[in-house]
């Protein structure tokens, strides 16, 4: 028999659900207080129903008793639910501003980021339907005891949600580590916000960050303290230093020595390890680093 996944509690009345995902697992948050609020969905409509559904039902939940779905950034296994929970009845979906135009088509999105590197990336996904959101939200809106804060850097429209009552900070990808045993490293788009970022989320009260995979070198979801944002901006200095003395190499080598040289599983596709890696090269560019070879 199938184990059922279950809501775990983290923190007073704010749960994580880990969805099965690639080998690894995404998050799904659920706030339950004066409204139910869910943030993120899986990666598609069969997640919804094999996994998050079951699981609400354990609580004695239906989707129809969720006020609010939001989401962390609209990469296509944080949203690829949402337009199956629209579909079953939930009350309203909710974005930031920079995302608003990607969950409307994130398929349309997923496949611009995979064409920057079109050789070393995995295929688009056949089905990702976008949905329109009933709400916009802008940075440092408040939502039912959770506080948005822009945090770009993943990509631009990564947010964080930080639940003021137990300074719990709900993070999706915005924190990534060392990335998960799949990607190989950790995947900014944008490296200067990613740092900036990090630097920001550190001005918080946060008792403990819950991430939304299960990213290294942490051996837990739940990070006690502000531990997370030190280890990340210890690896950015890590990354630079390799880089630098490597940087002649042609990038997809210089992505694969990366990921060697950190300890980790080298994916068969190199795209997201790329983008971080480019993004490094173009700080290092600047800082006199010497230009690496084009794929």
Not at 115 to 132: H, K, M, N, R, T
Not at 242 to 259: D, K, R, T, V, Y
Request: glycine share 10%; charged share 25%; with cysteine.
């Amino acid at each position: 028999m199938k184990k059922t996944v279950s809501f775990e509690e983290k923190a007073d009345d704010l749960y994580l659900l880990k969805i099965p995902f690639a080998g690894i697992w995404t998050g799904v948050y659920l706030i339950r207080r004066d409204r139910n609020i869910l943030i993120d969905s899986g990666l598609d409509a069969g997640g919804v129903d094999s996994v998050i559904l079951p699981a609400l039902r354990e609580l004695d939940l239906d989707v129809k008793d969720i006020d609010l779905l939001l989401c962390t950034h609209t990469h296509g296994d944080h949203i690829g639910g949402h337009a199956r929970l629209k579909q079953l009845g939930i009350a309203e979906i909710g974005v930031y501003s920079a995302g608003a135009d990607k969950i409307r088509d994130p398929l349309k999105y997923n496949k611009l980021i995979r064409s920057v590197f079109p050789e070393y990336s995995s295929p688009s996904p056949a089905v990702l339907d976008g949905v329109e959101p009933d709400l916009v939200f802008e940075d440092g809106a408040e939502i039912s005891g959770l506080r948005l804060i822009a945090s770009p850097g993943h990509d631009s429209d990564c947010v964080c949600f930080f639940d003021t009552g137990t300074g719990t900070l709900l993070t999706g990808d915005s924190v990534q580590g060392n990335g998960t045993i799949t990607q190989g490293c950790a995947l900014y788009m944008n490296l200067p916000d990613y740092e900036a970022s990090l630097n920001k989320l550190q001005k918080f009260d946060v008792r403990q960050v819950i991430t939304g995979h299960p990213f290294l070198p942490w051996d837990e979801e739940c990070i006690k303290g502000k531990k997370a944002f030190t280890d990340c901006l210890e690896l950015l200095e890590k990354y630079d230093t390799f880089l630098n003395e490597n940087a002649g190499m042609p990038l997809p080598e210089l992505s694969a020595g990366l990921i060697r040289h950190l300890n980790g599983k080298v994916p068969e596709k190199l795209f997201l390890a790329m983008y971080t890696v480019r993004e490094h090269l173009l700080k290092g560019k600047k800082n006199g680093f010497r230009q690496c070879q084009n794929p």
